[in-house]
């Protein structure tokens, strides 16, 4: 009876959550709406950090080259 009992739970605990939700649509769409605008700029500051990176990583490398190649001559 267990596991009955925590599907049972979990079916009124979601019913409770998608009526709360219904009740408050106005107010969770607001907090929705500044959710997206907080997570692309999350996203858009790791793609910022790993873009230097690269060019931090390329630039080493051509000078890793340049030096290498003068020692070279």
Do not use: N, P
């Not at 709360?20 to 107010?27: E, P, Q, T």
């Amino acid at each position: 009876m267990r596991g009955y009992g925590e599907v049972l739970v979990g079916l009124l605990l979601a019913a409770l959550g998608v009526a709360g939700i219904w009740y408050f649509r106005v107010d969770v769409l607001t907090i929705i709406k500044g959710v997206i605008g907080i997570f692309v700029l999350l996203i858009g500051a790791v793609f910022l950090m790993i873009g230097v990176s690269d060019v931090r990583e390329k630039d080493e490398d051509e000078l890793e080259m340049e030096s290498t190649m003068e020692e070279g001559e």
